[in-house]
């Protein structure tokens, strides 16, 4: 229901809602026929949720550009913590400057401020990598902390089940030796 409102009336549709609300009581107080109030209301209505939509869709689109370059910027963040993920290097807080990232994703998304299948277009394969890769650290910052990246179970159970939909005959975790893959093409991004 929050979603609902929160993506089908944002401020710009709700002052076109205004001015049709506006309208029709003018009507009214003019004795219009019943048929132009209520075609006004509709209207009224239907533009809101039109005008609305479209701004939400731009916001949405706008925070994950903002994502994506943030996401490149984090490219020698991405290796150092690749490597630390793999064994060959010691850097907890190049892995936590990753986490952070999907945590602030995880933090959009769950506050109805992404789409939801444009952050598993975008950032799917690196969620599940670095959810999966570091799921032990994930659970020990939660458990100890509470609200310590919060949001990335959250996260990751989202891009499952968009993934679980797109393509239901593909395992949802990724098999240790794709991680360790994965890792590896990170690692060596640079």
Not at 16 to 26: D, G, K, M, Q, R
Not at 80 to 108: M, N, P, Q, S, Y
Not at 172 to 177: E, G
Request: hydrophobic share 45%; net charge negative; glycine share 4%.
């Amino acid at each position: 229901m929050i979603y609902f409102f929160r993506r089908h009336f944002q401020r710009e549709g709700l002052s076109i809602l205004l001015a049709s609300l506006l309208a029709a009581v003018t009507a009214i107080l003019q004795n219009a026929p019943v048929y132009l109030i209520l075609l006004l209301l509709t209207f009224g209505v239907f533009l809101c949720v039109f005008i609305s939509q479209q701004s939400w869709e731009e916001k949405s689109e706008t925070r994950l550009d903002k994502l994506d370059d943030r996401f490149a910027g984090l490219s020698s963040a991405r290796v150092a913590a690749a490597l630390h993920l793999l064994g060959k290097k010691e850097d907890k807080g190049a892995v936590e400057d990753v986490i952070d990232f999907f945590e602030d994703v995880g933090f959009h998304l769950k506050n109805y401020r992404l789409e939801q299948n444009e952050v598993y277009h975008r950032f799917a394969h690196y969620i599940q990598i670095y959810y999966e890769s570091a799921y032990d650290r994930i659970i020990e910052r939660l458990t100890a902390e509470g609200d310590t990246w919060e949001h990335l179970p959250y996260l990751y159970t989202a891009i499952l089940k968009v993934k679980a939909k797109r393509v239901p005959s593909i395992p949802q975790k990724l098999p240790s030796d794709k991680l360790k893959e994965f890792l590896e093409i990170e690692a060596n991004l640079l």
